[in-house]
Structure formats: C-alpha cells, structure tokens
C-alpha cells in the first residue's frame, strides 16, 4: 500500500529481514502501485489531477507519460533495495509479457503466468506494478491494486495468501497483548487497516488474507498474522 511504499526505511527494513532469512524466506511475490510517487512528479510540472477510485484521474498524455514513469520509477526503488540485500528480485510491469490486461469490454485477465510462479519457485522475488495498456487509449494506466491482486491471485496454481501491511506495523490485529488467529473484517480497528476497501475487495473473492507486517512475514521462520473474513464466525484466538 501506499502508506509502507514511500517509507523508504520500512522498505529497506524488510529487504534487510528477507537478506537475513535467504531459502527460509516465504515464496512471494510483490505488487505495488504509484503510492505518492506519482502526484509528486505531476505537482513538480504544474498538474494537479484529481483522483477517482483512490487513482490520479488522468487527462492527457502527459499526465499518463508522469504517471507512468512514476510507477516505473517505484519498481526500479523496490527491486533495488531487495537486491542490495541479496534478494534475487525481478521487476516486471503489468503490462510485460501478456502478465496482465485491460480488456476492451473493462474486465482485468490475467496471461500465461506459469513463468512468473516458477520464478518463485526458484527463490526469485517478481515484484509487479499495477501498469497496464488502456484499451480505451494509446497509453499505460495505472489500475486498481486490488484488482490487479485479485486476477493474479486466482491465476496462479498453487495455494496463494494475500498478505496486507498493518498500518500499525504490528504482525497482525491484537487483543491486548495477543495477537488474534483470525477476526471478521469488521471487527479490525480503523487504524489498523491499510486499504479497507482493498482488504475487502480481495477478502471477497474467497483468497486467504492476512493483515501482517514486515516483521511478521519475514522476522523469522515462523509467520504471523491474522486472519480477516468477512462473515461474523467465532474467533479463534
């Protein structure tokens, strides 16, 4: 989410932590979008967009050309934290190699990705941006992050947990002291949640998500985090 993304320390931090653990690291794959990236490169020119669905409402080529050099700009940061730490990481746009698209009639699909899980397979980091061809024009947009996790998380084969950053940077929601196993969407603070509307999006689809940190997914051997669904079950602390 944006708000870990241009933290620059937090983002070196996991790198650190994901250097540290090297083949006990989780299998994982990052997506990401502009974060603040983008309004900063069109503030700098004079453009102040407005936004709509959380996304820069671009108007013109130039805006698209901003925000899109933006992105590019992030993935290139990401990837090169992750490799000074040696991380093997690879970026990749959404728009490379058929891994994602915008079809004329509005839906996201996703490609072949058959390349970009055996890539995780051999302890290698794809980190992906949310870029992709506009059908309706003749340049790049940046989509939705939780669409874009949604489609790649049903595409690939094998079992895939789609894990959120806590706004709190704790390793999960807690009750007191202790951490609970699994909580109904609505019952998880306001400040804890990074995108609730991207939580729920993707809680919807019926994919395993957990509200986590840094620390939680690669602090350690041992994962933490919690569990969010959406209907009112018992927890399970």
């Known amino acids: 989410d944006k708000y870990h993304l241009d933290d620059l320390l937090y983002v070196s931090s996991m790198a650190q932590m994901m250097g540290r653990l090297r083949h006990q ?29 959380g996304l820069i409402d671009v108007q013109s080529v130039r805006e698209a ?17 992750l490799t000074e730490e040696g991380v093997h990481a690879v970026g990749f746009q959404g728009m490379d190699r058929g891994v994602l698209r915008r079809e004329a009639e509005g839906a996201m699909v996703a490609g072949k990705v058959d390349w970009l ?3 995780t397979l051999k302890r290698a980091v794809p ?4 870029l ?4 309706a024009h ?23 947990v789609v894990a959120f950053f806590t706004r709190t940077n704790q390793p999960g929601v807690f009750s ?28 919807e689809t019926g994919l395993r998500t957990v509200l986590t940190s840094a620390g939680g997914l690669f602090g350690g051997v041992e994962r933490l985090g ?3 669904f959406l209907s009112k079950q018992p927890k399970i602390d």
């Open 65 to 81: 050309a901003l925000v899109e050099r933006a992105v590019r700009q992030v993935n290139r940061r990401v990837v090169g934290r």
């Open 132 to 135: 992709l061809h506009d059908p």
């Open 176 to 203: 007191g002291e202790k951490a609970l196993r699994r909580v109904p969407l609505g019952d998880v603070p306001a400040e804890v949640m990074p995108e609730p509307e991207a939580v729920r999006a993707v809680a």
């Open 127 to 130: 980190v992906v941006s949310t």
């Open 226 to 228: 919690t569990n969010v």
């Open 25 to 53: 690291c989780p299998l994982c794959l990052f997506v990401h979008g502009s974060g603040e990236q983008a309004e900063r490169l069109l503030e700098a020119e004079g453009l102040f967009p407005d936004r709509k669905d």
């Open 117 to 119: 899980e055996a890539l």
């Open 138 to 160: 003749a340049y790049a947009r940046e989509e939705p992050l939780h669409e874009a996790v949604c489609v790649l998380g049903r595409a690939l084969r094998h079992d895939v």
